[in-house]
């Protein structure tokens, strides 16, 4: 038993890539686990959190179709959208860094990104700081832009470090759990991993470390998955409409998805996309549309995977390791819905890694130039090409490629975190 415990997660590290990062490696040695399908960081998160497959804790993806409002929403932050009542931090004083679900958490300390949002459309970015460390004021403010979209880098990762560096020491915090998403941004980008950029994150994690050292608490490294090379993106949502189960609205903001109205459609998430066909009929139909398609794998109910929830889609449709899912619906580029040449995270029926690249940063230049002098504008720099990417992930790897554990007796399995880190803390 120990009395403090400090777990960072480091998005996309692999037990193949643990060699380039030397201060995380002399923590212990380093296991594979199991995460759940989809891998991504939100069900990923939801499972270590609650000991619970998706099928139970209902986060069945990033995002998912909310039938009782006919919307496609990602990236929600409400802990109360975990369906569980018991979650790993309960009864323990947590400090919960940039983790996910961090919005009505019951945590003592927080830290999360969260923009203010005007009237008349704007945005001022911000975080929610109930720390008590006056984060911005000692590190200023949190480089919201590097955090996502086409500047993502190390900056993010290097201000969420330093942030909870300073939360250790001045709280000294039972349980802290830190998020450090640097590893995500590059290798989405690139085919092959860079070393670099592991090393890169390796420092960041190295100031969290020595901070738990000072105070005393177990430093243990988790990750989410690992992410593969791709060279196929599946255009689910327009082979859907080409057999006229996907409803459009035509508009002055180009063409927009019609959930609700629609037969079927997908809401894709990487490599797992989540179909929902509306009526029971139409079921055979689709899968069969579906698994057509250059670059799936398989399309199987959401049980055979531990995904049979309520939130989850018909079918689950699986992509071959080296091909994704892109959300466009749209034929005709030019009438591609105002938010899809944009960073929109929370608009886009889907997760859109092309939100990584930048289209012209001559015409970014100029629409920073419009907002300060106080013009609308849309910041439409984002590129509809989704060959741009090059990696991806939301399927169960090899061990060396899938994500990875360091800590003293690791469980081999996401679903067994909740009461291990309990156990080192004494908290059955």
Not at 11 to 16: A, F, K, N
Not at 17 to 32: D, E, H, M, T, W
Not at 316 to 327: N, R, S, T
Not at 337 to 347: E, G, K, Q, S
Request: proline residues 7%; neutral net charge; aromatic residues 10%.
């Amino acid at each position: 038993m120990v009395e403090k415990v400090s777990i960072i997660n480091v998005v996309g590290l692999t037990p193949e890539l643990l060699q380039f990062a030397p201060n995380i490696a002399k923590l212990g040695q380093a296991k594979a686990w199991t995460s759940p399908i989809p891998a991504v960081t939100c069900t990923a998160q939801a499972t270590m959190l609650t000991g619970l497959n998706p099928s139970q804790h209902g986060i069945v993806g990033n995002g998912w179709y909310f039938r009782e409002t006919g919307e496609i929403r990602f990236w929600q932050q409400s802990r109360n959208l975990i369906d569980s009542a018991d979650l790993l931090y309960d009864g323990i004083e947590t400090a919960k860094m940039f983790w996910w679900f961090n919005q009505h958490a019951p945590v003592r300390w927080s830290a999360t990104p969260k923009p203010h949002y005007g009237s008349d459309g704007s945005k001022v970015f911000d975080i929610l700081d109930n720390t008590g460390c006056e984060l911005t004021k000692r590190l200023g403010p949190f480089p919201f832009f590097t955090f996502w979209g086409p500047n993502a880098g190390l900056p993010s990762s290097q201000w969420i470090a330093d942030a909870s560096a300073v939360v250790l020491r001045q709280n000294k915090p039972e349980l802290t759990l830190t998020y450090l998403p640097h590893l995500d941004y590059d290798f989405q980008r690139l085919s092959v991993p860079d070393p670099e950029r592991v090393a890169e994150v390796d420092r960041c994690a190295q100031k969290v470390i020595e901070a738990a050292n000072e105070i005393g608490a177990l430093s243990i490294v988790v990750s989410e998955y690992g992410l593969v090379p791709v060279t196929k993106a599946i255009g689910i949502n327009r082979a859907l409409r080409e057999h006229g189960f996907l409803i459009v609205r035509d508009g002055p903001f180009g063409e927009m998805l019609m959930a609700g109205d629609s037969r079927a459609f997908a809401v894709v998430d990487h490599q797992v996309a989540h179909v929902y066909v509306r009526d029971p009929i139409d079921r055979s139909s689709v899968r069969n549309i579906i698994e057509s398609l250059e670059g799936v794998s398989d399309v199987v109910p959401p049980e055979d995977i531990g995904l049979g929830h309520p939130r989850s889609g018909t079918w689950i449709a699986l992509a071959e390791p080296h091909a994704w899912f892109h959300y466009y619906y749209w034929f005709d580029d030019n009438q591609a819905p105002d938010f899809a040449r944009t960073v929109d995270i929370h608009r886009k029926p889907g997760y859109d890694p092309v939100e990584l690249f930048m289209k012209s940063k001559l015409k970014a230049l100029a629409r920073v130039a419009q907002k300060k002098l106080g013009f609308r504008y849309r910041m439409d720099v984002i590129p509809l090409d989704p060959t741009l990417v090059k990696g991806s992930h939301g399927l169960i790897n090899l061990p060396d490629k899938g994500p990875l554990i360091i800590g003293p007796n690791a469980p081999d399995n996401m679903l067994e975190f909740r009461g291990y880190v309990r156990g080192l803390l004494g908290k059955r």
